[in-house]
Nanobody, 126 residues
């Protein structure tokens, strides 16, 4: 049973930075993928960033150049470093893990078969 536990959310002013963490336990021994999604009440869940075990990454256009996803394979911890935050980044951020063919379909298809964490809230004020 895969368990994912996110941490690191909080409140920050626009232009600030936050780093989210996701600790994974259980069977995650597949090449791809782990990633981050976010959701605002009343809106569809949005793929943010994904990574595979070789370090290949994929990002939503809205976060390219501002967010960086990384993974400590030895510790099985996923990170999302977010910088130049804007109020539009306010959302509940979820960590997801799914055996998927690649980082692009993982985000595009929304990881329908993924294991999910409980989420961590990020609030960005103007």
């Amino acid at each position: 049973q895969v368990q994912l536990v996110e941490s690191g959310g909080g409140s920050v002013q626009a232009g600030g930075s936050l780093t989210l963490s996701c600790a994974a336990s259980g069977y995650t021994d597949y090449q791809c993928c782990m990633g981050w999604f976010r959701q605002v009440p009343g809106k569809e869940r949005e793929g943010v960033a994904a990574i595979d075990n070789d370090g290949f990454t994929n990002y939503a256009d809205s976060v390219k150049g501002r967010f960086t996803i990384s993974k400590d394979n030895a510790k099985n911890i996923l990170y999302l470093h977010m910088s130049s935050l804007t109020p539009e980044d306010t959302a509940m951020y979820f960590c997801a893990s799914e055996e998927a063919p690649g980082v692009v379909p993982f985000l595009r298809l929304g990881a329908p078969g993924a294991h999910w964490g409980q989420g961590t809230q990020v609030n960005v004020s103007s």
